[in-house]
């Protein structure tokens, strides 16, 4: 069974940078999914960060591109999310999911929230 | 890139049927057969319930479908329950080889 599971600070100052890590099990980070992060601010709907190959290929949002960094440790089967300048608007629950061959993601870790606050 | 339109909110009663729009444009719903629907449950993660517009993972319920016409997708669940009571949000492969959700739905089992 594939399980994902974030980790990271909780709390972030505005204009620092947020940094999270998803470690994989049951599947192995350089099998032939992508790897992707998702955000759900309070209140709101679901919105796609990006995603990244073992290969260190990249895609992003372009409304966020310019702040977004996802790395890939393939000796960790892990990866990971940093995104700068926070500020408010990025306070969300952050979740990694596997992003299958066929255009979906069909598996999630449980998400972590992320409070950007003074 | 913009989301996916879909109602704010639909409501049944148990038993009965309802459907969730998702409208695009020809630059991702459109214009590819990968839409997929998640259902999320307060608190928990979004769980995948259609892929490429009508295919079921193993383990979701029949009563869920999906379809798709021009721009727009479609999840219709059959034989209403409670526990369909979520919200549920649309999802498309696009031309730009991102992804966009859509604005979500919240149903509720009257």
């Known amino acids: 069974q594939v399980q994902l599971q974030e980790s990271g600070p909780g709390l972030v100052k505005p204009s620092g940078t947020l940094s999270l890590t998803c470690a994989v099990s049951g599947d192995s980070i350089s099998s032939s999914n992508w790897w992707s992060w998702v955000r759900r601010p309070p209140g709101k709907g679901l919105e796609w960060i990006g995603e990244i190959y073992h290969s260190g290929t990249t895609t992003y949002n372009p409304s966020l591109k310019s702040r977004v960094t996802i790395s890939v440790d393939k000796s960790k089967n892990q990866f990971s999310l940093r995104l700068s300048s926070v500020t408010a608007a990025d306070t969300a629950v952050y979740y990694c999911a596997r992003s299958a061959g066929l255009k979906c993601h069909d598996y999630w870790g449980q998400g972590t929230l992320v409070t950007v606050s003074s | 890139q913009s989301a996916l339109t879909q109602p704010a909110s639909v409501s049944g009663s148990p038993g009965l049927s309802i459907t969730i729009s998702c409208t695009g444009t020809s630059s991702d719903v459109g214009g590819y057969n990968y839409v997929s629907w998640y259902q999320q449950h307060p608190g928990k993660a979004p769980k995948l319930m259609i892929y490429e517009v009508s295919n079921r993972p193993s383990g979701v319920p029949n009563r869920f479908s999906g379809s798709k016409s021009g721009n727009t997708a479609s999840l219709t669940i059959s034989g209403l329950q409670a526990e369909d009571e979520a919200d549920y949000y649309c999802?498309?492969?696009?031309?730009?080889?991102?992804?966009?959700f859509g604005t979500g739905t919240k149903v509720t089992v009257l």
């Open positions: 999802s498309s492969y696009t031309s730009s080889t991102t992804y966009v």
